[in-house]
């Protein structure tokens, strides 16, 4: 079956101006989640969705970011005035289940993001 | 505040090497670590662990978990190239939703 997709895979903008990263999860999968991961690092978590309700942000890195998801099934990440900090790979998971043993996030391939 | 750290930071084996991957970690009300295997960008899952010594096999993959001594492994035989890749390990509280991720060990399998 579809896994989850990300659009675009790659975006190179210049410092100051604003992007939108979309992530489409698995049908039917509850929760939603948005990592950042630096070169050489592992992933950092962001945010998370159940549904539609935005759960947890606590990971966002300043209120340049942002991320919906309205309908409790796509989702956006959106960084205001980007910065050259803000280059990483972006990437998003989802899940079955909020709660329960079973709630294995699956990942997307990410959006490498390029800050110039 | 929770810790995961992964040793060791990169290895280079031939194939048909056997290889053990550690993941030691600190975290509150532990629910679950994960091992996911990451070639080029998207995380892919491996095996989740909950209970101490039940091993996880998947072919030639296994893991298993020590809840006392904080730590798992991930052990790799007879391997080939294509697992060259970074595997991540992560936890899990267990009242919360995201993961701490360890930051990989880089395996590269020469032929």
């Known amino acids: 079956g579809a896994g989850v997709s990300q659009s675009p895979r790659y975006k190179v903008a210049k410092r100051g101006q604003d992007v939108a990263l979309r992530c489409d999860p698995i049908?039917?999968?509850?929760?939603l989640f948005w990592y950042q991961q630096a070169l050489g690092q592992g992933p950092e978590f962001l945010t998370y969705f159940q549904n539609e309700a935005q759960l947890d942000k606590s990971g966002l890195p300043s209120d340049r970011f942002f991320a919906e998801r309205p309908e409790g099934s796509v989702s956006t990440l959106k960084i205001q005035r980007t910065q050259q900090e803000d280059s990483a790979v972006y990437l998003c998971?989802?899940?079955?289940?909020?709660?329960?043993?079973?709630?294995?996030?699956?990942f997307g391939p990410g959006t490498r993001l390029t800050v110039l | 505040e929770d810790k995961v750290v992964q040793s060791p930071l990169s290895l280079v084996v031939h194939e048909g090497d056997t290889v053990t991957l550690n993941c030691s970690y600190e975290?509150?009300?532990?629910?679950?670590l994960l091992w996911y295997k990451q070639e080029k960008k998207a995380p892919t899952f491996l095996f989740m662990l909950t209970s101490s010594g039940i091993e996880k096999k998947s072919g030639r993959l296994s893991s298993i978990l020590d809840k006392k001594e904080l730590f798992s492994i991930l052990n790799i035989t007879a391997t080939q190239t294509g697992d060259s890749a970074v595997y991540l390990c992560a936890v899990k509280r267990e009242y919360g939703n995201k993961l701490v991720f360890g930051a990989g060990t880089i395996l590269r399998v020469k032929s």
């Open positions: 049908s039917g999968h509850v929760s």
């Open positions: 975290v509150t009300n532990f629910r679950s």
């Open positions: 998971a989802s899940s079955l289940k909020y709660r329960g043993i079973t709630d294995t996030q699956y």
